[in-house]
């Protein structure tokens, strides 16, 4: 099994949310966050002068799902996350050596 960890814009989740449940992925953990990358931020411009936010808003879509599953949910996300502008994001993949299911104490490998 592999976690799907994934960091996009935040407009971009009502789409990733949709293209996954499309392709029968329905678990997921969704966290918002902040960071930055290529971006380095943003600079605007006010009547006091100018300011940098440099640390962003994103989100962090979680999801474990079986290996064969793996590019099924990256193309969505990629597909579904992307502006084609810095900042679309990243993917990471990270191997899950066991779930367990805290209900039922069952355990999946």
Do not use: N, W, Y
């Not at 990733?16 to 992925?25: D, H, N, P, R």
């Amino acid at each position: 099994m592999m976690k799907v960890e994934a960091i996009i814009r935040p407009e971009r989740l009502g789409a990733t949310k949709s293209a996954l449940e499309e392709k029968g992925i329905h678990g997921m953990t969704v966290t918002e966050v902040h960071g930055r990358g290529e971006q380095k931020g943003l600079e605007f411009t006010h009547r006091a002068g100018k300011f940098r936010v440099d640390m962003l808003p994103k989100v962090k879509v979680e999801i474990v799902v079986k290996d064969h599953q793996v590019d099924v949910v990256v193309d969505a996300i990629c597909t579904s996350a992307r502006t084609g502008e810095v900042g679309d994001g990243k993917i990471f993949l990270i191997p899950v050596e066991k779930v367990i299911r805290v209900r039922t104490g069952e355990a999946e490998d």
